[in-house]
């Protein structure tokens, strides 16, 4: 009896067509729906339902049946695929940031996506949330692509300098950039210099206008 459910499923569908072609364009819908519930890692069924969804025009709803079908089913890489289109959907089409927030925090629950990660850093600090903003960053920054980790770090910095007010912490992300990544950064070396003043260390600020001048 395991392949009742796909069974069942694949009734629902001959259904779900016949209904529609009797004009019961509702009846059909509900039918495709209940077949995704006891197949859902049928992408056949689940294009169906979306197919339907858009021609009658309740594209609003996608993002909860795309989110609902991801919490049934076992892959991993699917699963977040189909969080990522939903928040995209909600934030795109809808202009429903809030939920679309939170179908991204989903997403991370699977792994630290630097997609997701990245979104929801421009969110929050957007949102004037610095804080949350630097976790993001400090989590994209961990990924180690380094491409990105010396833009990643000096966004870290400024958001610890100017938002949280922690020039400690902004110190150590220039540090981070100058030792390990690129030591001619000016721009690290510009707000080094700032920060340094700021935390009474005069000789630490003359040290790092000095390294500028040396690459000017």
């Known amino acids: 009896l395991a392949d009742q459910p796909t069974r ?9 067509a016949y209904l529609a072609d009797a004009g019961d364009s509702v009846r059909a819908l509900t039918n495709l729906y209940r077949a995704t519930e006891l197949d859902p890692n049928n992408d056949e069924y689940a294009n169906a339902v979306e197919e339907q969804l858009s021609s009658s025009r309740r594209g609003s709803e ?4 795309l989110l609902e079908r991801a919490a049934r089913i076992n892959d991993s890489q699917k699963r977040v695929a189909l969080r990522k289109r ?5 934030s795109h089409e809808l202009g429903d940031f809030d939920s679309a927030r939170r179908s991204y925090e989903l997403v991370l629950q699977e792994a630290d996506d630097a997609e997701a990660l990245s979104l929801l850093a421009d969110d929050a600090e957007g949102r004037g949330d610095a804080a949350t903003a630097v976790g993001y960053l400090k989590r994209l920054i961990s990924l180690k692509d380094e491409h990105r980790r010396v833009p990643l770090l000096l966004r870290e910095a400024h958001l610890r300098h100017k938002g949280l007010k922690d020039l400690d912490g902004a ?4 540090e981070t950039i100058l030792r390990e990544l690129d030591p001619k950064n000016l721009d690290a070396l510009a707000a080094l210099a700032e920060l340094e003043l700021q935390r009474g260390k005069p000789d630490k600020a003359a040290e790092a206008l000095e390294r500028q001048l040396e690459l000017a």
């Open 86 to 90: 939903a928040a995209k959907y909600q």
């Open 171 to 174: 110190v150590r992300s220039y």
């Open 62 to 65: 996608l993002p909860a049946f």
């Open 8 to 16: 069942q499923a694949a009734l629902l569908v001959k259904s779900s």
